[in-house]
């Protein structure tokens, strides 16, 4: 378990899917689907929601102001908020991580029910939580 607190967090709203597909040449099909942006991950929640995410916590993503200039040249308006204060990451590795989440948390974490690169919200032990699937090797 390592804790990513400081990691950054972007929350995006608004009709971002072709501004983002500009600025990182990849974005989330539809509302559940996570990609891999190297030093990041882009969760698409809703169709009109995102969370950029950091993988650690010295990654050099765009930040929020930054984003905010991008999508100022969009006709419809676009919000990104910086939660990285705001929210407590953690990430959890390992063979066992699924069977630890079954014991506090309410989601089946079984492959066919919550494949790689997918991101669900749920509750984690009462506190309301984003959980992104993003498995390595």
């Not at 990513?4 to 974005?27: D, K």
């Not at 698409?44 to 200039?69: C, D, I, M, N, S």
């Not at 066919?112 to 919200?121: D, G, I, S, T, V």
């Amino acid at each position: 378990m390592i804790d990513l607190t400081s990691a950054p967090i972007i929350h995006i709203q608004g009709p971002a899917g072709e501004p983002l597909l500009v600025l990182f040449q990849a974005v989330p099909a539809k509302p559940g689907d996570v990609v891999d942006l190297g030093q990041g991950l882009l969760a698409r929640l809703r169709p009109q929601e995102f969370y950029l995410f950091g993988k650690t916590v010295e990654v050099v993503l765009p930040t929020a102001a930054e984003l905010a200039h991008h999508f100022a040249r969009s006709e419809q308006p676009i919000h990104a908020t910086d939660y990285t204060h705001g929210q407590a990451v953690i990430w959890l590795a390992g063979p066992a991580a699924p069977q630890l989440l079954n014991k506090i948390c309410g989601l089946d974490f079984r492959e066919r029910a919550f494949p790689n690169r997918q991101a669900k919200q749920t509750s984690v032990a009462k506190i309301k939580a984003l959980i992104v699937r993003d498995d390595e090797g």
